[in-house]
């Protein structure tokens, strides 16, 4: 133990890693915060792939056309996938997959607020893509660069699947808006639907949010939720000019000044309420993921006495 | 209108400013705008061929894909693990895009074979024969229809469907049809995977805990009865019961002691999941997707 460096020397070391904006490795030294900060929100992000099966999902036995049916298994696949990376980089922090699972089906810990809303009509399908998956692509591209290594390589991966699942969900719209009246009136429905919590999903406005300061100086966070909130909303506009359907925002309109949009604020009294667990689908979901997880027990655990006989 | 989408394809590529490096999002993939699945080949019948036998031919074999996929699709995110829900995915993809080229091979033979749509309907061939079918028109085997009931179940369904069907595909890849004989080709390879992960959960499952054991085989019992047909349908129950006997050694499990179902047709349950499947297809006959 002689040989073993001071903490503060290692932290000194650390904050070098993280001003040169390096990558902090695994078997790396980090301050417990740091750790803690990024269990935590890499699990969170993990258990949005995981749970955001489940709207999407709703839709699979009722996809219109095989061609979709097919785009909409393959993606429901994806999030399954991008949920294993996910978790496979907790446990290089020393948190197991199966722990995580009942942290979150205990609810101790959280999964984006987005799915926590029903998916009333197919072309919620399009709009999760176009607008849900935009959103989350905005968040994570600059999670790409995030200093934890496994996160960040994790989120390449996933950021070019999902600008796949935005392009895909877009195409679904812009298709269904060439279509009938019908089509056309539940694409602007699921619109008017799914903007405000599409918006939700960048997290409270910066002076409301907590955590940003730190996870900015640790290189854990790129950006504040405002930030990445306008730059949204800054692409959308025209995506939404170009699909023919209106945004549910009356004071949505360019300010030649900023050069940038000016939008309304969600209902954060609403947010806080679908955070805290009274959402409308908040219970549907944990109870699926709990009835899937306890279903599967006695195969895991056949699994696991399977393997143990073959190795004794 | 593909322009309109190549114009915004762009929209997020400035987020990590300069930095190449961890730019990941380079050469996307085309979108394949809807077209058919056999765009591009020859679907002429080869003399010598009945055209209405070859179509009701891969109908029959279209619908157990297109069955068997959807009850496989009920199991996405209510699989035991995650790797499962994954391996489950990607078995009903394999099966949906059989269904999509047997159904439009089926078309093609014999455009009959395809239900009328109201004038001006932009529904491929493929949809029609999916949604717009009633489910006396289905050629399907009872077995891929029956609702799925636990793992168990399902790993002994998977089996006896992808062994019966792996054989059945070995034999098509030499039919006279050059279409047939692509799909089947290319079938093959997916239902040995199909077949593979039955087999090993099948072994895993008899040999696990007694609880894994007594659940395998209630699942196997309720499935067995359905298998003369199966086999009978696709021709294959000498190739089948040689494979399947291999399994049922190795994971130490009899055959179970339940004689065969009889009648054909279907089960009460198909027209249910139809009810499912076609529900927004037919609310929106003249609609495109």
Redesign the interface.
Known sequence: MTTTVPEDVLLQQFDAVIARNDRIEPRDWMPEGYRKTLVRQVAQHAHSE?IG??PE?NW???????????IL??K??DE??H??YL?SATETLGVS?GELTEMLIEGRQKYSSIFNYPTLS?ADVGTIGWLVD?AA??NQ??L??TSYGPY?RAM??I??EE??HQ??G???L???M???D??RAMVQESVDRFWWPALMMFGPPDADSPNTAQSMAWGIKRNTNDDLRQ?FVD?TV??AE?LGVTLPDPELRWNEERGAHDFGQPDWDEFMQVVQGNGPCNRQRIA?RR??HE????????????AA?GTS | MTATVTDHDNAYADLLGSDDAHWAFGHLPEIQQGEDPLAGVDTTVPAGLDPAGLAAYCLFLGDDALVMSHRLSEWCSNAPDLEDDIALANIALDLLGQARLLLSRAAAADPSVVPALPEGSPVPAEDALAFFREARDFRNVRLVEVPHGDFGHLVARLLLFATARLAAFERLTAHADPVLSAIAAKGVKELAYHRDYAARWFVTLAQGTDESRRRLLAGLTEVWPLQAELVATYDVAAETGVVLDEVLAAAGVDRPAVGPMSGHGHTEALSRMLAEMQVVARAHPLGTW
């Open positions: 995981i099966m489940q999902g699979l036995t009722r996809a219109p056309s095989l061609r979709r049916k097919a298994l393959a429901v696949q399954a996938g949920g294993l978790y997959r197919f935009g692509i905005c591209v600059p790409c660069r960040g390449i991966r950021c070019k600008s796949f392009r895909q877009y195409e679904l812009m298709t269904m060439r279509g009938t019908e089509q730059r692409m025209p995506q170009a699926h009835r899937a279903d599967g027990a006695w195969v895991r655990d056949a699994a696991t006495a399977f006989r």
